[in-house]
């Protein structure tokens, strides 16, 4: 996106006193220390508490008797919030800022890991049941605010291409969270018969990343408050890069959270398994996701976000091909198949995000908050790809859930043969 930069013309001039002032703050020019963004870390550790819905999901689906369809409407109550916070959140960062916006956020998902614990622990039936969901949709709420605020608050410290492999490392660590999730949760049902303890681990996890980041000492632009609206940020979509970097990570997050929650199903209803070993498969898509932003925190800083995508396109290819030769076979699949699609989806899908998200936000400096909320309402597709694999699966099996996979998967490999159209949004 083009900006005058002597001023000139009343449009240029009104997105000036609307914008904030350019990132480059003096995180960024000083030497970074260890202590100052340790805290931003554990905020992206606490990211992937939202991750805990693929596998809550997994044991309340049996737990009431649900099918495939209204359990996959769990990560919609989640990631319905995005839908409606997200460009709020980019006005409410104008107002007091991308630190303080995330701790908001860390309490409130506070608030969600503590209402699971007293369903659990006083309730039963439909009474917990609700309460879940209650549980979920705080959920959805805090990580709305949070990934809004927490990729701009990364800004801070880093631009460029590095800012791409910042991302990425934080990836790495929202992606040991969400790897530790399934295990702690099967580890708590094994020995106490109850796996809704890792509410209680991650409650505790949660209070310390907010202190911490209140505690933290981050220097800010100053931002205008005022002149933005939702119907502003929202007519950033009339710009072609902006609307096709939303539908990516639309794609993305759809494919994502899918999985998530649908690879112990697929395992499990091709090889029938008991549930607590199906969900390893949860646990190891999250190796290949820790794996993948470990290597995209090396990497991406030295390769252009062309030729990146274009490797994460190709590797979610053969992930996709590798799990219709595990759905259709007709008797027993290969299991090694399944495993290897697993690692692969996580390896060639969580880099997608950083790589888009640090272009635009790279290109458009003076509009990050705003295109940090137009993004992060793309996590709606949290929202609309599991439903459609749920659906997808209880009409034709497991390989329809396979088959929306793939629709996401070649919108991506589309937008790497054609990143020239993203890479616009700087002219």
């Known amino acids: ?24 703050t003096p995180n960024a020019a000083k030497k970074m220390k260890v202590a100052q963004i340790i805290p931003v870390f554990i905020a992206f550790f606490i990211m992937a508490f939202v991750d805990l819905v693929g596998t809550a999901t997994n044991y309340v689906k049996p737990e009431f008797g649900l099918s495939d369809t209204v359990a996959n409407l769990f990560t919609t109550m989640v990631f319905f919030w995005f839908l409606l916070l997200s460009i709020p959140t980019g006005m409410v960062m104008n107002a007091i800022g991308r630190r303080r916006t995330v701790i908001l956020s860390i309490w409130i998902t506070v608030g969600s890991m503590i209402v699971p614990v007293i369903a659990y622990m006083a309730t039963e039936g439909t009474l917990r049941f609700a309460l879940i969901v209650v549980s979920f949709c705080l959920l959805g709420i805090g990580n709305a605010l949070m990934q809004v605020a927490l990729n701009p608050l990364m800004a801070l410290f880093v631009t460029g291409e590095r800012l791409a492999g910042m991302l990425s490392t934080g990836q790495f660590v929202r992606a040991i969270a969400s790897l530790l999730a399934p295990y702690i949760a099967a580890w708590m049902l094994m020995e106490f018969g109850a796996w809704w303890g890792l509410f209680v681990v991650y409650l505790v996890v949660a209070v310390i990343g907010a202190v911490a980041l209140e505690l933290d000492v981050i220097e800010e632009p100053t931002y205008a408050s005022d002149g933005l609206s939702v119907r502003q940020t929202a007519q950033l979509l009339r710009h072609p890069a902006v609307l096709l970097g939303f539908l990516c990570i639309v794609a993305h997050v759809g494919i994502d959270v899918g999985l998530n929650a649908q690879l112990p199903r697929i395992l499990r209803e091709n090889t029938g398994i008991e549930i607590s070993i199906a969900t390893a498969a949860t646990m190891v898509y999250f190796i290949g996701r820790m794996v993948g932003s470990f290597l995209g925190g090396i990497i991406l800083p030295r390769i252009s976000g062309r030729t990146a995508l274009r490797i994460c396109g190709g590797i979610m290819v053969a992930c996709v091909a590798l799990f219709l030769v595990f759905t259709l076979a007709p008797v027993n699949p290969p299991v090694w198949v399944f495993w290897t699609a697993t690692v692969l989806a996580g390896v060639g899908n969580v880099n997608v995000f950083g790589i888009v998200m640090s272009r635009l936000l790279n290109d458009m400096p003076e509009r990050q908050n705003e295109v940090s909320g137009l993004m ?12 459609l694999m749920g659906v997808a699966s209880d009409a034709l099996g497991q390989v329809g859930a396979i088959l929306v996979v793939a629709v996401g998967v070649a919108y991506i490999v589309f937008l790497g043969a054609r990143f020239e159209l993203l890479e616009e949004s700087k002219n």
């Not at 992060?376 to 439903?387: K, R």
Request: proline share 11%.
């Open 1 to 24: 996106m083009s900006t005058d930069a002597t001023g000139q013309g009343a449009q240029t001039t009104q997105v000036a006193q609307a914008a904030p002032q350019t990132p480059n």
């Open 376 to 387: 992060i309402t793309g996590l709606i597709g949290g929202a609309i790809v599991p439903p």
